[in-house]
C-alpha cells in the first residue's frame, strides 16, 4: 500500500503533531476486502510514527468484535481515539483525509490534552447532559466547511462522556446517506432524528443537546 501523505505533509502533520500533551492511542477497526481499510490503516500509521505519544492498533470487526462493541464501532473503516486507555466518544468512519485531515489533527491534540478555550457557561450547559447522545456529522472530503462541524462535536463529546461524535464520509456509507436523505454537507443528525445544516455555532449544537 502505497503512503497516504507525502514528505512535505508529513512535516507539516509533525509540526502540529508536537503540540501533543498527554499519549494518546488511536485505533482502527477493519474488514479484509472493503473499501479505504488498508488507506486509513496506513494513514494511521504514518501519522502515529511522527509522534512517540501516539500509539495505533488495528483490529479486524469480525474477530474482534467484543472490542468493537467496546468502544461502539459498527462499521469499517472504524477510527476512535483513546485518552489514558479511556474511549473519547470520538469516531472517524471513512478516511478523514482532505479537508477532514484537521478535523484528526483537532481530535488528537484535544484528546491528548491540549484544549481550546470555550465560554465557562457552554462548558457548564455540556457537562450537564445526563442522557446518551449520538451526534452524527455527515460530510465529504472535499467540503472545506465540513472539519468545522466536525470539530465542534468532537470537543462536545470530550466534555461528556455521555454523548459520540461521529465523521461519515457521506460517499461511503451511501445505506446511511439515503436513510437520512443527505443531500448537502455539513449534516449533523442527533440520536438520529434532530439535525442541524452547514456550519453552526456550537451554541446552536448545545440547544439541540437541551431538547433531546
Not at 118 to 144: E, G, M, T, Y
Amino acid at each position: 500500500m502505497s503512503e497516504i501523505f507525502n514528505k512535505e505533509v508529513l512535516n507539516q502533520l509533525k509540526q502540529g503533531l508536537n503540540k501533543i500533551k498527554n499519549p494518546i492511542k488511536i485505533i482502527t477497526f477493519i474488514e479484509s476486502g472493503k473499501p479505504l481499510c488498508d488507506e486509513v490503516v496506513t494513514m494511521m500509521m504514518q501519522l502515529a510514527a511522527l509522534n512517540n505519544k501516539i500509539k495505533f492498533v488495528e483490529y479486524d470487526l469480525i474477530k474482534n468484535a467484543d472490542l468493537a462493541e467496546k468502544y461502539g464501532i459498527d462499521k469499517v473503516p472504524g477510527t476512535t481515539i483513546l485518552a489514558s486507555d479511556k474511549p473519547t466518544g470520538i469516531k472517524f468512519y471513512g478516511i478523514p483525509s482532505g479537508h477532514e485531515i484537521n478535523s484528526l489533527l483537532f481530535a488528537v491534540l484535544e484528546s491528548s490534552g491540549i484544549v481550546t478555550p470555550l465560554d465557562a457557561k457552554l462548558v457548564d450547559a455540556i457537562k450537564q447532559i445526563n442522557k446518551k447522545i449520538n451526534i452524527k456529522v455527515f460530510v465529504s472530503l472535499q467540503c472545506p466547511h465540513c472539519p468545522k462541524a466536525v470539530m465542534t462535536a468532537c470537543k462536545i463529546a470530550l466534555l461528556n462522556k455521555n454523548i459520540d461524535a461521529e465523521m461519515i464520509q457521506t460517499n461511503l456509507y451511501s445505506d446511511l446517506a439515503n436513510k437520512f436523505k443527505i443531500n448537502s454537507v455539513p449534516r449533523i443528525i442527533f440520536n438520529d432524528s434532530d439535525d442541524l445544516l452547514g456550519v453552526q455555532p456550537i451554541e446552536m449544537f448545545v440547544d439541540k443537546l437541551k431538547k433531546l
